[in-house]
């Protein structure tokens, strides 16, 4: 969440971090601003509300000149969304401005500290505590009064950094909030991702952990917080720039939705070869996979979603016992990790707080862990011992969809490469589950080209108030995704249920009209199901049910139901979600919701 932009060269430099944190809007944000040298000060430009606000104010630019500027969009932690809590921040002489990604938390101490010294401050945040406690520090030497504040500050950060006594020089700091710096040959940039400078340039530096960055318009030197000058090497980036495009849909979640077949074909064919699953990112021999005993599955929303159906999915072909945590959970109940343990964490985006605070917490405990990540570089990528890349490409849509498929992927391989190594499955079950793992790019397709039929049941359901999504095993796991992406984009009150739970309690808000989506894949768990749908429709539910091909037994219990194609009973997440996501879609369309941008989300949480 929140998006940092800034340059420093040869041209001006607003109309560069305008265009730049446009790209950084699938974030999420409340307001945005711009701190610009103009030759004598540094002006600072803020508004509430979308970037386009900023736009018009600054005609684009056009009045705030300068070569050297910062530029944010701000997801407010500290103090509501105005005009004064907006970034960037001024320390009182208006000589330092400061952007900053994250929360700073012995803010209140610092902030007691500096008052006590004769500062005054004008908002609630805690990045205008930086901007002051920079200016105590500041002696004439910038790096030597960044890298005292660095020492004192607990929490994470993103700092993009203005002296106007140094107006050569743009400063950049990162600790548990991403941060790159690119070059060209005009300037060089600072940006929260790749996306908001791809248009300039193609070679970027990923700034590490309490590194600061001194950029001029014709170099860049980095440091440690004990101002030891570092060298790094330079990444050449080969995303297309229209990846970060809508390509001619509607919205970008539908576009990443049509992307869902080529991300699980790229995520992966790589990884198949001739009759053998090669993960050779995993870094493990079939000894070391032959010695677990227990894998710890750590993420949060969607990521979580898809380590439950891992824990389903590892168990019964891997036959490990598997322990699935939301991450915010694992680090604060003090978890039993013992010998032989193996600690995997999900993230679409590499950077979420919560679970690069898991993945610290296992290490700290000596355990290795391996990433299973969307973006090269983040820091959950340099930091896990261990990387599986999902290959999904940019996600801008706030509500994930192709990076969810891609990691059922990365966990479906996993399970068939551990369950080899251990001898569970013989080499003919896993060849035929190769073969379905083939096909399910061409089923996907499929599904998506039956749009219509869902979109028009979609429209039914524009002015629920309540919708249950049930099922049981891994139909379970896909009713979790599939009541989180309802929720998270069209604002409506709807809940995921083991459908053996109906009973203890939840079946009293069932009534007359209420739409019940029973998802039923699991064969051997037709029946099961079958009872529940019947349990809901009797108290006046209306049912929809999503099934596998060939079980049109279901359409005694249901009112409404959609056919996936036939798939193997463990994979058959990757299908069921599809209409599933398109339900959600045009049902907050047809509420005319902002469907890429939802309320109060953001795309990468960088916040605990």
Known sequence: MCGIVGYIGTEQASGIILNGLEKLEYRGYDSAGMAVFDGNKINITKAVGRLKALDEITHGGESMPGNAGIGHTRWATHGVPNHVNSHPHYNEQETIAVVHNGIIENYLALKDKLIGKGYAFVSDTDTEVIAHLLDYYYKGNPLEAITKVLHRVEGSYAFGILFAEYPDELFAVRKGSPLIVGKNETGSFIASDVPAILKYTRSVYFVDEQEVACLKADSIRFFTVDEEEIKKECVHIDWDENAAEKGGYEHFMLKEMYEQPKTVQDTLMPRIKGEDIVIEELGMSDEDMRQIRKIHIVACGSAYHTGVTGKYIIEGLARIPVEVDVASEF????????????????????????????????????????????????????????????????????????????????????????????????????????????????????????????????????????IFFIGRGIDYAISLEASLKLKEISYIHSEAYAAGELKHGTISLIEEGTLVAAVSTQKSLYQKTISNMVEVKSRGAFVLAVTNEGNTEIEKAADYVIYIPETNQYFTNSLAIIPLQLFAYYVSIGKGCDVDKPRNLAKSVTVE
Not at 340 to 366: F, H, N, P
Not at 377 to 382: E, N, P, T, V
Not at 436 to 465: C, S, V, W
């Open 331 to 466: 680090r604060y109940r003090n978890p039993v990790l013992e010998e032989g343990g193996m600690v995997i964490v999900i993230s679409q985006s590499g950077e979420t707080a919560d679970t690069l605070a898991a993945l610290r917490e296992a290490k700290e405990r000596g355990f290795k862990v391996l990433g299973i990540v969307n973006v090269v570089g983040s820091s959950i990528a340099r930091e896990a011992d261990n990387v599986m890349y999902t290959w999904a490409g940019p996600e801008i849509a706030v509500a994930t969809t192709k990076a969810y498929s891609a990691q059922l992927i990365a966990l479906y391989l996993l399970a068939l490469k551990i369950s080899k190594a251990r001898g569970v499955l013989a080499q003919e079950e896993i060849s035929c589950m190769m073969e379905d793992l083939k096909r399910l790019p061409d089923q996907i397709e499929m599904l998506l080209n039956n749009k219509t039929k869902i979109q028009h049941f979609a429209n039914r359901y524009i002015g629920a108030k309540d």
